[in-house]
């Protein structure tokens, strides 16, 4: 779907608010001798998220930015994103929604992950509202971002079967482990 050139390997930032889990997927998948992707910039807008401690145990560049004004916010990022000429973007648990206008500037080169079997349980706290409807399966999909909330292309999925004895909580932990997984084979597919 994206054409690197040659051997060069295209620079890129991951933007979290959280743990990390798929950040630390997506940087070990960058090493990869084969992989088109190299991780050059974390962008977080919470400076006690556990991933920033992992960006800056292993020397990627980390940015805190502070999102009180969303355009200050995005203005700020975009200049850090240009210094580092950053070509494509993770989400990666980024729980901003990022403006259309943003979007528009990265048009196709922005992808989520979001832990639902999307178009299902677009937005927040999927895994309370799939136990709640009793469902038999949930999972996780990794997607362009269009102007829309968990809408645009999908790029991969995953299923997995929820238990009886399935809470939110168990619910979550398989799908993140699942998320894990999913995300590098994302990645290689887009820049297959
Ligand atoms: C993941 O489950 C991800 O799908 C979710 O946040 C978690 C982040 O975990 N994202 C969203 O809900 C976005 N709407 P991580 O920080 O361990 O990668």
Do not use: W
């Not at 994206?2 to 295209?10: A, L, P, Q, W």
């Not at 203005?75 to 990022?98: D, E, P, S, T, V």
């Not at 992808?111 to 949930?138: C, D, Q, W």
């Amino acid at each position: 779907m994206v054409k690197s050139i040659g051997n060069e390997k295209i620079s890129c930032a991951v933007f979290i608010s959280g743990r990390g889990t798929n950040l630390k997927s997506i940087f070990k998948y960058s090493k990869n001798k084969y992989s088109k992707i190299n991780l050059k910039l974390v962008i977080s807008n919470r400076r006690d998220a556990l991933g920033v401690i992992f960006a800056r145990d292993n020397k990627i560049d980390c940015k805190i930015i502070n999102y009180k004004n969303t355009k200050k916010a995005e203005k700020q990022i975009l200049n850090y994103l240009k210094r580092k000429k950053i070509k494509f973007i993770f989400l990666a648990g980024f729980m901003k929604i990022l403006s259309k206008n943003f979007i528009k500037k990265f048009k196709n080169k922005i992808v989520n992950i979001h832990p639902s079997l999307l178009p299902n349980y677009k937005g927040l706290n999927t895994h309370m509202r799939v136990i709640a409807n009793k469902e038999k399966f949930s999972g996780c999909t990794v997607h362009f971002v269009n102007g829309k909330i968990d809408s645009g292309k999908i790029i991969i999925q995953k299923k997995v079967k929820i238990l009886k004895l399935d809470t939110a909580k168990s619910l979550s932990k398989k799908i993140l482990k699942e998320e894990n997984k999913l995300y590098p084979k994302a990645i290689k597919k887009v820049f297959s």
